[in-house]
């Protein structure tokens, strides 16, 4: 059974770096295309995908948050996502999910930068 | 702006038919599967059509997807109150590199 679960801070202040951890099971990152996911939704607004991780140096990054953005493995079943200078319009729910068929999510994790 | 163009929100009665339109381009719809999501407020988005047309297991046949050329959609048939949530559609992009959603569609059962 796969399962993933967002935790870290749920308040931030601006200019400060986010970090959130991505704990998995039920799968394991690997070279051939399994990974993990992260996808934001400010409140009341759509789904945004911010990168993803498949093995060590395998990642890829939205474009217009990728000199802010790193995914990397901590663990065999942690993925760590950091978000450096962050703005209010940061704020956001973040999931992580099962990547890249994204069929399983976390429960999400609202952050607030204030 | 979202790459993935829906219309904000459909209503439909109960029992009835409704679809929910996803339009793109080349780089994304035209040449990559489609995948639909089910999100009900304060949840996480549910998966329920990928690679275009496929339901995995526990989706009922109720929820539909199809694609052609740019366009793709989803399609609910005898609705119940229980389907009003928000819906996303979702693909890769090859230009931008990386997946991108459309801007999610209300559905709002009468």
């Known amino acids: 059974q796969i399962t993933l679960k967002e935790s870290g801070p749920t308040l931030v202040k601006p200019t400060q770096t986010l970090t959130l951890t991505c704990t998995f099971s039920?799968?394991?990152?690997?070279?051939?295309?399994?990974?993990v996911g992260w996808i934001r939704q400010p409140p009341g607004k759509a789904l945004e995908w911010l990168g993803n991780?498949?093995?060590?140096?395998?990642q890829r990054y939205n474009s217009a948050l990728k000199s802010r953005l790193r995914i990397t493995r901590d663990t065999e079943k942690q993925v760590v996502l950091r978000l450096t200078n962050v703005d209010p319009a940061d704020t956001a729910t973040y999931f992580c999910?099962?990547?890249?068929?994204?069929?399983?999510w976390g429960q999400g994790i609202l952050v607030t930068v204030s | 702006q979202s790459v993935l163009t829906q219309p904000p929100s459909v209503s439909a009665a109960p029992g009835r038919k409704v679809t929910i339109s996803c339009s793109g381009s080349?780089?994304?719809?035209?040449?990559?599967?489609v995948s639909w999501y089910q999100q009900f407020p304060g949840t996480a988005p549910k998966l329920l059509i990928y690679?275009?047309?496929k339901r995995p297991s526990g989706i009922p046949d109720r929820f539909s997807g199809s694609k052609s050329g740019t366009s793709a959609t989803l399609g609910i048939t005898g609705l119940q109150t229980g389907d009003e949530a928000d819906y996303y559609c979702?693909?890769?992009?090859?230009?931008?590199?990386?997946?991108?959603f459309g801007g999610g569609t209300k559905l709002t059962v009468l």
């Open positions: 991780i498949f093995w060590e140096n395998d």
């Open positions: 080349d780089s994304n719809i035209g040449n990559n599967y």
């Open positions: 690679d275009n047309n």
């Open positions: 999910a099962h990547f890249p068929a994204l069929d399983y």
């Open positions: 039920g799968f394991s990152l690997s070279p051939s295309g399994v990974g």
């Open positions: 979702g693909t890769w992009d090859s230009s931008l590199i990386g997946v991108v």
